[in-house]
């Protein structure tokens, strides 16, 4: 019998370890599950609200009034479509990374860039998380969801997911009332590792691709992240709290005057990407910068971590300084990648 926990904390359940209590709490591991915490929010007159691994989430300190569901959809199956290619079938509750390991064990192409990534597999493709080089969106073949507004599940292929740079339609409006119950990936038994992210090119600059096999791919991946990003077994963050800004070319030209050495990647549609990292350190002398409990990671800025006692107002109090000296010495508005509730 499933059970409704009240008032139950939920930064035992955030990776930034902050966030206070949930009205009500319970563990969903089938689609049976939902229909049945989504039955209980109606009784209660509360919104039903879905929590994977917690690691992209703030949650306020007077705590969320709703149930909140953890999403613990297990399942983990390959099925090949041809000699070449498998679809990998996952639960929405299942480990990112673990899912990772497993097709590059089984010597499938196509996620091990995503390596190292904390969060749920359901929680993978809201966000579409990407890193060097690599997006979900890439090998996303559909994903079953739960229409929280008819009560069906249905099933979104890539194009309905309207994926671009770090977003989807799970993120807006029109995509909230779906619930994700698990995942299909496209993976090709024939590939090649990609290694043209710098990062990668630096770390195998006297191999060729073809030598490079997927553990060497992941192993780098991994040490790589190691290096740069805190550990969240050892200080509370939600990795990159903010996206990295997208501007107007004409913006950037205004910029670039100012600061010659601004790194920029323009993109197709003539907008430019920023490293916000860079602004950070080199523009707002922000490397390192601590307040109290809270700060920004010395070896990557955009990561703000909970040095152990911060509230989730002290992160947001930071935020708030972040953004407003961002703005003042660049004129761009930061959009933060964490979701606030
Ligand atoms: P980085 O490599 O220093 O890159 C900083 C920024 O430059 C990112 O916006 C990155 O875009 C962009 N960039 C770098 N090379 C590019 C290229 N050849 N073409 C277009 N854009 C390029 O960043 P990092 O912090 O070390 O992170 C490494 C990777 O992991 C990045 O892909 C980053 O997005 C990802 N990551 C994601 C999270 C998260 O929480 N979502 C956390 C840490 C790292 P992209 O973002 O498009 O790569």
Not at 45 to 71: E, H, Q, R, Y
Not at 253 to 281: C, H, R, S, T
């Amino acid at each position: 019998m499933m059970e409704f926990l009240e008032f139950v904390p939920l930064n035992q359940y955030t990776t930034f370890r902050t966030g206070g209590p949930a009205r009500y709490f319970c563990h969903i591991r089938s689609v049976a599950d939902i229909v049945r915490a989504r039955e209980f929010a109606k009784e209660k007159g509360l919104p039903l609200f879905v929590l994977g691994g917690g690691s992209n989430l703030l949650v306020s300190d007077s705590g969320i009034n709703a149930v909140v569901a953890k999403m613990e959809i297990m399942g983990r199956k390959f099925r090949e479509v041809d000699h070449r290619f498998s679809e990998f079938i996952v639960g929405a509750g299942e480990n990112w990374d673990d899912a990772v390991a497993l097709c590059v064990s089984k010597g499938l192409y196509g996620i091990e860039n995503l390596s190292g990534i904390p969060g749920t597999v359901g929680a993978a493709p809201v966000q579409n998380i990407g890193a060097y080089g690599t997006e979900i969106r890439e090998t996303l073949a559909r994903v079953n969801v739960f229409d929280l507004e008819t009560g069906e599940e249905k099933i979104l292929n890539n194009e309905e997911c309207k994926f671009s740079y770090r977003n989807s339609i799970f993120k807006t409006k029109e995509g909230k009332r779906y619930v994700i119950v698990g995942v299909t990936l496209l993976l090709d038994s024939q590939g090649r590792v990609n290694i043209g992210y710098k990062d990668l090119k630096e770390r195998f600059k006297d191999s060729y691709s073809k030598d490079v096999s997927l553990n060497d791919l992941r192993s780098a991946v991994l040490d790589i992240r190691k290096n740069k990003l805190p550990d969240i077994r050892e200080c509370g963050t939600a990795g990159s709290f903010f996206k990295n800004p997208i501007i107007p070319a004409k913006k950037f030209a205004e910029l670039n005057e100012k600061y010659p050495d601004m790194p920029n990647f323009p993109l197709p549609n003539g907008d430019v990407k920023i490293p916000l990292a860079w602004i950070l350190d080199n523009v707002c002398g922000l490397k390192g910068f601590q307040d109290g409990p809270v700060g920004l990671y010395k070896t990557q800025p955009l990561a703000l971590i909970n040095l152990g006692t911060a509230s989730s107002q002290d992160v947001l109090n930071l935020v708030a300084r972040i953004k407003d000296i961002v703005r003042e010495k660049t004129g761009i508005l930061i959009e933060e990648e964490v979701i606030i509730v």
